[in-house]
Each structure stands twice: as C-alpha cells, then as structure tokens.
Nanobody, 117 residues
C-alpha cells in the first residue's frame, strides 16, 4: 500500500521560508498527478500546486511566484519550497498522489505551517 509522510512544517515569521518534504513509500507505479494542498482553520482544503504527466504545473494564484514544487525521484520525495511567507499561508499542508491504476488520490496526514510574528 502507498503511504505519504509530510515533514518540515513549523513556526516561521512573516517573510520567512520553509521547505516541506513528502516521502512516498510502498509500491508506486504509473503516477498521473501529484501535488500539495492546504487547509486553513475554518476553511476548505484548497489546491496549492499540482503537476501532471503532461508537463503541466498549476499553482494557486495566492502562492504563485513564492512557492515552488520539485521532486527527487531517487528518494521518492516531493518538495514544496515556500518563500516570502504570509500569515494567510498558515494551514495544514498535505501532499497528494494519484497513481497505481487508482482514480482516487492518496493523502498524507499533513504538516502544520504557522506564520506569525
């Protein structure tokens, strides 16, 4: 079974940076999409960034120019570099993966990012 584990969250001041990691384990094949989502207190889960096998990467307007997704296939890990953080970025961040002949997404348990002075 596929498992995703996020790490790297924490407390940071506005304007600071964090790098989140998502390590995937299990039997993984035929990846069709992967990305990051977040859920702030009292709000719905929203897309941060998603990338597909069609060389397409889509960032939410709220993070465009500040966040960057990257992958390390050798380590089965996806990253989210977050710069110029704002208080409104405070949320639990989740990584997602669509693969393995499965139409539904796999999800990690999330990592909390708190941006506050």
């Amino acid at each position: 079974q596929v498992q995703l584990v996020e790490s790297g969250g924490g407390l940071v001041q506005p304007g600071g940076s964090l790098r989140l990691s998502c390590a995937a384990s299990g039997t993984i094949f035929s990846i069709t999409a992967m990305g990051w989502y977040r859920q702030a207190p009292g709000k719905q889960r929203e897309l941060v960034v998603e990338t597909t096998n069609g060389h397409s990467t889509n960032y939410a307007d709220s993070v465009k120019g500040r966040f960057t997704i990257s992958t390390d296939n050798a380590k089965n890990t996806v990253y989210l570099q977050m710069n110029s953080l704002k208080p409104e970025d405070t949320a639990v961040y989740y990584c997602s993966l669509r693969c393995c002949g499965r139409n539904m997404d796999y999800w990690g348990k999330g990592t909390l990012v708190t941006v506050s002075s």
